[in-house]
Each structure stands twice: as structure tokens, then as C-alpha cells.
């Protein structure tokens, strides 16, 4: 049995989650004025370090596993230069000190990316400053169509407690500094996230009896089905040996093209083939095969294939559909040379060739292949004709 436990969703749930590990001893254990305010500060940023994952991409380059120990570690070197400030009676709050600590070493030691890096000490400049007490200018960390996120005034930890509960139960895009539109991305992964864990648990539902043998009886028609699609490998080094001894680059590309599609199918056939064998009975089911079988069976694309192809959203139908137009290509290009008109998508590594054709032309034209590149225009041209 596994136990995972993962942060909870929305600012008010993480930072409740986050202030729930604190006491009132914590908290008064500073006597500095802005302690208490910082405090406050430092879990409203944890907790949008966190949120900003669910947004993909658009949140983090990289996915980061920011903990409860980021925090208590900033937590204790708060207290610590805020308690040195009260000793040496110094008014100022060394601001530099505290985001180079927090922004670079706690919560940036996890940080790889650079962009990444620059959001994080772009939070670290809004939330951190003078600007917090200016009781002229009240400061929000954002401010929504329904609500104001403030810094609240705290006395203790059940203040605080209250303080963020009476924060909103979902939080806008634009509390964490992005654009309306990336909780377009979020609730449309949500909704697909949500569906598919659906149709695993309805494909898993039934173990026994007639369920199973229909199971078993649709897995095997399908992979007959997909069995009698896959091609027969091609046979690359006798395709090698009707060049001349030096290859121009795009049938080097052809070759590699070639050798990649041939893992392909191999995969697909041996993954096949021992499946029908394992239903049979006449080997045991393992971890794989069961991928395979539950993908087959609720048409989602098998791990095992994915690796070999190159990235795709595609479902089974769909992709089997792409997986023969690729077949198409590779016939076409084997049997008639290069052709007039390259389907990209349809190459495990588009680049290669693209680049193969910028090595040809320069060939051709005695040009600098370090000085050449090549450029795309829209046209109203539709085929090779």
C-alpha cells in the first residue's frame, strides 16, 4: 500500500495547510513589529508557488517540489535577522538579505530554470518592502473581480487562521500575475484529467463472468485488427547498398527515419503478439502487458508505443490513422525518391530533415552552411503541382 500526500488546491487550503504546522509560541517568539506581517507574507507565497503548478507550463517551466520545509527554514532565518535588527536597534529591515536568502538559497535551491528564477524573485520584489507598512498606500498582493487580497493585521494564530479563511474557495489567474485566459488551460486539463480517470475506473470494474470474457474477446480483436496494419520492416541495409558510397543528407535522414520506424513496428507487434499469448494463457500477464491491455481496451495510446513515436495527444484511432499516413511517406519516399512535398508531422525527428535540406542547398550553391538558414513563407500553393 501506498500513501501520497499532495498539497491541497487553492491559496486558502495551502496556506491553512501550511499555518495549521505553526503555534502561538512561534509566533511570538519574535518581538519585532513586522514578524508577525512577514509571516503572513511568507505562507501567501508558498502557497502561490505551489497553486502556479496546476497551471502547466504556464505556471513553471519545470515542475518544482517546493515543501513545508521551504518555508519553515525561511520562517527561522526571518526570525533570525528580525531578532539580530531588535539587538543592534536598527529601524531598517535588511530587504536584500532576506530575498537573496529565501528568493536564492530556500526556495531557489530548487530552481533550474532561468525564466523560472526570474519569477520567483519577481514575486519576492512584490511581496517584500517598505511598501508593506505604508499606511498611506495599503498594500494587496492582488486584487480580483470578487475580492482584495490584503495583508491582514494579526495578533495571534487563531487571527491567522481566520484571516485566511475568509480568503475565496477557488483563486482568478490573475492572483498569481497571469492572464484570465490560463484558467482555460487548467479547467480544460482538469475536465480531461477528470474523465479519464473515469474510463480506467469503468474498464476496471468488472472482474469476472461475461465482463471479463467480452474484455478479453474485444482485446483480441483488436489487436488482430492493428497486428494486420503494422508493415513488414524495411530492410535499411539493403536499402543502403542501391546508393553511391556517399549519401546525400536527406537519405541520411531517410536511413535514420527508417531505423526509427522499424522500432516501432517491432514493438508494436512483439507487445501484440504477447498479449494474445498472455490471454491465451499460454504466458503470464506482467505490469506492461496490463498497460497495454487497459489501454487497448479503453483506446488511449500504450506508454510502451508513446516512447517510440514522436510526441503526440493523439487517442488510439486517431493515431493509427497518423501511424499509416506516416507509412504512406516513408512507402512514397522509399519507392520515388525525395519528394516534391514533405509531410513534417509525420517524421519522427522533423528538425533532422529540415536541417538536412539547408546541408543539400548549400551543397549545391557552394554557400557557408554556417551562414544559411532557412525561412518559410504562407502561400496559396496547395500541392506539388
Same mark, same amino acid.
Not at 515542475?63 to 520562517?75: C, G, V
Not at 513496428?265 to 512483439?270: E, G
Given at each position: 500500500m501506498k500513501i501520497v500526500t499532495e498539497p491541497p488546491d487553492g491559496m486558502r487550503l495551502n496556506m491553512k495547510a501550511i499555518v495549521n504546522k505553526l503555534n502561538d509560541d512561534q509566533l511570538n517568539d519574535c518581538q519585532h513589529h513586522a514578524f508577525k506581517p512577514l509571516t503572513f507574507v511568507l505562507a501567501f507565497l508558498h502557497a502561490t508557488l505551489l497553486d502556479r503548478r496546476k497551471y502547466g507550463k504556464i505556471g513553471w517551466n519545470v *515542475?518544482?517540489?517546493?515543501? +513545508?520545509?521551504?518555508?519553515? /527554514?525561511?520562517?527561522r532565518l526571518l526570525n533570525l535577522y528580525l531578532?539580530?535588527? /531588535? +539587538?543592534?536597534?536598527?529601524?531598517?529591515? $535588511?530587504? *536584500?538579505?532576506?530575498?537573496y536568502l529565501v528568493g536564492e538559497a530556500m526556495y531557489g535551491g530548487r530552481v533550474t530554470d532561468d525564466f523560472d528564477r526570474r519569477v520567483l524573485i519577481t514575486y519576492l520584489d512584490e511581496f517584500m518592502g517598505d511598501f508593506l507598512f505604508d499606511k498611506n498606500n495599503p498594500f494587496f498582493f492582488a486584487k480580483s473581480n470578487d475580492y482584495d487580497y490584503s495583508l491582514p493585521k494579526i495578533k495571534d494564530h487563531e487571527g491567522f487562521i481566520n484571516s485566511i479563511m475568509n480568503l475565496p474557495h477557488s483563486d482568478a489567474a490573475v492572483v498569481f500575475g497571469l492572464h484570465p485566459n490560463a484558467e482555460i488551460t487548467y479547467y480544460a486539463n482538469f475536465a480531461k484529467e477528470m474523465q479519464m480517470s473515469l474510463i480506467i475506473m469503468q474498464s476496471e470494474g468488472g472482474a469476472g463472468g461475461s465482463s471479463a470474457a467480452s474484455r478479453d474477446a474485444f482485446l483480441n480483436e483488436t489487436s488482430d485488427e492493428i497486428l494486420g496494419k503494422v508493415p513488414?520492416?524495411?530492410?535499411? /541495409?539493403?536499402?543502403?547498398?542501391?546508393?553511391?558510397?556517399?549519401?546525400?543528407?536527406?537519405k541520411v535522414v531517410q536511413f535514420q527515419e527508417l531505423e526509427a520506424f522499424?522500432?516501432?513496428? /517491432?514493438?508494436?507487434?512483439?507487445?501484440?503478439?504477447?498479449?494474445?499469448? *498472455?490471454?491465451?494463457?499460454e504466458i503470464g500477464m506482467n505490469s506492461n502487458?496490463?498497460? =497495454? *491491455?487497459?489501454?487497448?481496451?479503453?483506446?488511449?495510446? $500504450?506508454?510502451?508505443?508513446?516512447? =517510440?513515436? $514522436?510526441?503526440?495527444e493523439k487517442k488510439l484511432g486517431s493515431w493509427m490513422s497518423w501511424f499509416e499516413r506516416r507509412y504512406q511517406q516513408y512507402e512514397n519516399w522509399c519507392n520515388n525518391g525525395d519528394p516534391a512535398v514533405m509531410w513534417l508531422s509525420g517524421l519522427q525527428i522533423p528538425e533532422s530533415y529540415t536541417t538536412a535540406l539547408v546541408q543539400a542547398c548549400c551543397r549545391t550553391k557552394q554557400w557557408a552552411l554556417d551562414k544559411s538558414t532557412l525561412f518559410t513563407s504562407v502561400t496559396d500553393i496547395t500541392d506539388a503541382r
Open positions: *515542475a518544482y517540489d517546493f515543501n +513545508e520545509s521551504d518555508f519553515k /527554514i525561511s520562517l531578532k539580530k535588527s /531588535i +539587538e543592534n536597534k536598527d529601524d531598517t529591515i $535588511p530587504w *536584500a538579505s532576506l530575498k513488414v520492416q524495411y530492410d535499411v /541495409i539493403m536499402l543502403r547498398k542501391r546508393e553511391a558510397e556517399e549519401l546525400p543528407p536527406t522499424n522500432k516501432l513496428t /517491432i514493438c508494436m507487434s512483439k507487445t501484440l503478439v504477447d498479449l494474445k499469448r *498472455a490471454l491465451r494463457g502487458l496490463d498497460d =497495454l *491491455a487497459a489501454s487497448l481496451f479503453n483506446g488511449l495510446l $500504450p506508454d510502451a508505443w508513446r516512447k =517510440l513515436t $514522436p510526441q503526440t
